[in-house]
């Protein structure tokens, strides 16, 4: 079974840092990219950023470039999103997914809610 | 970027019901669009891909079509299952963008 399984969930004040992970089983890791989701609360949907497993090749959204790095360690297969200084605007669940090089994602992860207050 | 509009934003119907959702993109997008479900606290599922296309698993009730610039998802007979928020997604170019939902609740 083709399976993505996010770490848990996280609270952090402003300022701080954290990575969050997404490792896949069930597949080989690098013939697909990993993409990353966020969704704030009640809202909708917004695309990230992807990375290649292969070779770590990254494409962000300019929403998000530079405010996020996404990486990957194939030899564990994982893929991370980290921030080095959260804000409150970043508390959301972040979602990863399969990211099919035809472009749609199956399956996703079950999310990891991510918290920033003071 | 290619903005992604659907119509309409919630939507109140019946079991039973024929439902259908529009997915507007703001060029063309060929037939590069997926559909997504998602229910309260849980992760998207993929219903569609590639405009049409039934992803494996998924009830023969859903169905897309369109190409271009618009397209449409329907639910033939709702079932209790399948009130939830659907999204659309456009993949014919980087950065991947979805339409803001649309909220299918028990009339």
């Known amino acids: 079974e083709v399976q993505l399984v996010q770490s848990g969930a996280e609270v952090r004040t402003p300022g701080e840092s954290l990575r969050i992970s997404c490792k896949g089983s069930?597949?080989?890791?690098?013939?697909?990219?990993i993409t990353w989701v966020r969704q704030m609360p009640g809202r909708g949907l917004e695309w990230m950023g992807r990375?290649?497993?292969?070779?770590?090749?990254?494409t962000y959204s300019p929403s998000f470039q530079g405010h996020v790095t996404i990486s990957a360690d194939k030899s564990i297969t994982t893929a991370y999103l980290q921030w080095s200084s959260l804000k409150a605007s970043d508390t959301a669940m972040y979602y990863c997914?399969?990211?099919?090089?035809?472009?749609?994602?199956?399956?996703w992860g079950q999310g990891t809610l991510v918290t920033v207050s003071s | 970027d290619i903005q992604m509009t659907q119509s309409p934003s919630t939507l109140s119907a019946s079991v039973g019901d024929r439902v259908t959702i529009t997915c507007r993109a703001s060029?063309?997008?060929?037939?590069?669009l997926a559909w997504y479900q998602q229910k309260p606290g849980k992760a998207p599922k993929l219903l569609i891909y590639?405009?049409?296309n039934l992803q494996s698993g998924v009830p023969s009730r859903f169905s897309g079509s369109g190409s271009g610039t618009e397209f449409t998802l329907a639910i033939s007979s709702l079932q209790p299952d399948d009130f939830a928020t659907y999204y659309c997604?456009?993949?014919?170019?980087?950065?991947?963008?979805f339409g803001q939902g649309t909220k299918v609740e028990i009339k």
């Open positions: 590639k405009a049409s």
């Open positions: 990375i290649d497993p292969s070779d770590s090749y990254t």
């Open positions: 060029q063309s997008i060929s037939s590069w």
């Open positions: 069930g597949y080989s890791f690098t013939n697909y990219w």
């Open positions: 997604q456009q993949y014919n170019s980087s950065p991947w963008t």
């Open positions: 997914a399969r990211h099919d090089n035809m472009g749609w994602f199956d399956p």
